[in-house]
Structures are given as structure tokens and as C-alpha cells.
């Protein structure tokens, strides 16, 4: 649902600007906006927001999501903090803080990054006319890398493991949420026991390929989702890129999908 710029896009002084949408076959779109800005040479700030909404359910289900980044190198190294915020239909919210550590080289690019989320959970009990609040934290740790294999081609794969401070699925009335779950899009699908992904990339001049695959595992219905997506970048003038996504989701809870994404990005110098 995020949609991230990356700072590849620039060099030394600079902005990089995205516009972002999508769109998937369980009555679920999404819209997000971020911003990349350099403030110096070696450093950049990056923020971003977003918002889904899935239909289906009564009334249907609104999505929120914001994220703050700071990201400073130092030759071949770096270090990456954040903090996000997500909404999820006022029965899921979350506060993210985290961290990453990274090297870099031409050839690669490894970080090992890090993750503290605290939850406020509403569960809705059919003998209860109020909703119970659970809180509860989770832990995250995880590695993302990527290897140059030629003038052309690269591969990327990363994964994040969670370790959750309760049992939420021991929760009385914790299967009543299985329907915030229906679409990818919605914020429930990002409380995870666990996800990770791996793909490579292809580059034709300054257009580019690349397919990967993803499997995440909800930590609410323990439902597991298999995902292959495809994605084109090209540019579209001296300043802007568009890049199209198309994924195809098997997942436990929601079933067959397919989800369709196009974002724009907009860069400069300042």
C-alpha cells in the first residue's frame, strides 16, 4: 500500500516526488503520495501517506497509513530511522518505530533492519455492546539485500520475522476481524507473524523489469498469502518515471486475487 521513492533517483541535492494508485479484483484501491528531499549531500528525508478503501462489508472499510524517514550514509554505509502510523477501520491502530543499518557497494547493498510496533486492538464481542481493547507490542527483525550479477541483471530478497508480546489468536472474539482481512489493501493483512519476498531485476537503459515473489503470514487467522508480481519502470520525460505493477495474490483468507498499481515519480534538483 506504501508507496516508497527511492533515492536512486537522485544524486547530491535533490527531490524525488511519487503519486501513487491501485486497484485489486476484491473491491479494494488505494491512493498514496511520497516525498524524497535531500538535506545535504549524504542525507535524506522521506515521508509518505496513504489510503484504502475495500468495499464488501457495511459501509465499507477506510485504511490509514503515514511514515517519517530519516537516512544518512557515510561512504559505504548508513544508517535508516522512521517512525509510521497506521489506521485500520478504528479497530486496528498501530505506532512503528524503526531502524536500519546498511552497506553498500556497487555490486551489493545489504541492511539489517529493525522493527517495535504497539497495537491497540478493538475486539467486538455479539453479548458485549462496547468493544474490548487489547494492547500489545511486536518485535521485529529482519535482513533485505541485493547483488548485482551483471551489467544488466540483479537479484533482491529480504524477509521480517515478528515476536508478539501476546498470543493474539488465543484472543476471545479475535475471529470476528477474519473479515478486515478480504483485501491486501486492507492495514489487518499488515499485522504479520512474518513476511519475505525475492526477485531480480532486469534493465534496458533506463527502463527496467523486474518479478519477484512474496509469502506473508497474517498473525490474525493465521492465513497465508503466496504473491507473484511483475513490474514495469521506464521514464517518461527528462524529470519523471512511471512504473506499472501487476500481482497476483493466493491467499487463505481472501482467496484468489490480482491487484494492478500505477505510480508516477516526479524528481529534480534543488
Known sequence: MLLSCSTAHGAGDGFVVGLGAELDTEEGRALSAALDIAAGSKTWVSAAVAHSH??????????????????????????????????????????????????????????VDLERRDFDLALQSPLQPEARTIDFTADGIGLTGSLRTGKRTSFFAGGMWYDYSRNIRLQQDIESLRYLSRSRLTLMNGLLDNRWHAGMEIEFGLKSLDVGFSRWQTAVGHGRVDSISIGFLMPLGKTSDIEFRLAFDDSANYGNSSVFSVFGYFFGGL
Not at 60 to 78: K, P
Not at 83 to 103: C, F, K, Q
Open 54 to 111: 475495500s468495499d464488501g462489508f457495511a459501509g465499507g472499510v477506510e485504511s490509514r497509513y503515514a511514515v517519517l524517514e530519516l537516512d544518512r550514509s557515510f561512504s559505504s554505509a548508513g544508517i535508516r530511522i522512521g517512525a509510521a502510523y497506521r489506521d485500520n477501520a478504528d479497530v486496528l491502530d498501530s505506532i512503528d518505530l524503526r531502524a536500519s543499518i546498511y552497506l553498500r557497494q556497487d555490486a551489493y547493498r545489504l541492511s
